[in-house]
Nanobody, 122 residues
Framework: QVQLVESGGGLAQAGESLRLSCAAS????????MGWFRQAPGKEREFVAA????????QYAESVKGRFTISRDNAKNTVYLQMNSLKPEDTAVYLC???????????????WGQGTQVTVSS
């Protein structure tokens, strides 16, 4: 019943900014959480950031803290990931996920989008 669609990925140079969007359709839980993960070739899926829909809880990976900001528009059922000061190591497929609570574990999220590619050149 839940579909998540990411958008906003693309090419960027190091130091530039990019904003990802994740639009949720279908019924979502009011007290659920949205997380952003990324996966580079040959690497495991990595937690990036997460927030509750209420805004009462947020969490960031150390690798993106201070550079990325997660936000949401509840009226649009959309969560955003503002990515500033991009680095080549940020290159990955970025996926959004819906879970019951903010967690860094992939197993804590029940629904996943297909992902959007972010490529950062130096």
């Amino acid at each position: 019943q839940v579909q998540l669609v990411e958008s906003g990925g693309g090419l960027a140079q190091a130091g530039e900014s990019l904003r990802l969007s994740c639009a949720a359709s279908g019924r979502t839980f009011r007290n659920s959480a949205m997380g952003w993960f990324r996966q580079a070739p040959g690497k495991e899926r990595e937690f990036v950031a997460a927030t509750s829909w209420s805004g009462g809880s947020t969490q960031y990976a150390e690798s993106v803290k201070g550079r990325f900001t997660i936000s949401r528009d509840n009226a649009k059922n959309t969560v955003y990931l503002q990515m500033n000061s991009l680095k080549p190591e940020d290159t990955a497929v970025y996926l959004c996920a819906l879970g019951l609570a903010v967690t860094t574990r992939t197993g804590g999220y029940a629904y996943w989008g297909q992902g959007t590619q972010v490529t950062v050149s130096s």
